[in-house]
């Protein structure tokens, strides 16, 4: 299984992208029994929580830095997690991941390679 992460790229502030991060070889059953969420990441700081999708009930928590203009959203049948992300800021530069993480007892996560998000002023 591999987590392909895309979508970043340059964009002006107020502008929006959509990432994408698809599960490659990940079986239906255990991507709708995965928990997924969007992190980011900028250079000497920790990785943060940016936004998550619970695979129990499709409930969505966002950071209170992105709340209202970020969403998430995922496509079982393409096995793909989105983060749309409106209204950007410069704040909002950084490396996105996407982390799966198996519900099922003794089930692994799962890390995608990073997708780098640029916004301008």
């Known amino acids: 299984v591999q987590l392909q992460a895309s979508g970043g790229g340059l964009v002006q502030a107020g502008g929006s992208l959509r990432l994408s991060c698809r599960a490659s070889g990940m079986i239906l059953s255990v991507f709708s029994g995965s928990d997924m969420a969007w992190y980011r990441q900028t250079p000497g700081n920790q990785r943060e929580l940016v936004a998550s999708i619970t695979s129990h009930n499709g409930s969505r928590n966002y950071a209170d830095s992105v709340k209202g203009r970020f969403v998430i959203a995922k496509d079982n049948t393409k096995r793909t997690v989105y983060l749309y992300m409106n209204s950007l800021k410069p704040e909002d530069t950084a490396m996105y991941y996407c982390?799966?993480?198996?519900?099922?007892?003794?089930?692994?996560?799962?890390w995608g390679q990073g997708t780098k998000v640029t916004v301008s002023s």
């Open positions: 982390y799966f993480k198996y519900t099922a007892t003794g089930g692994r996560d799962y």
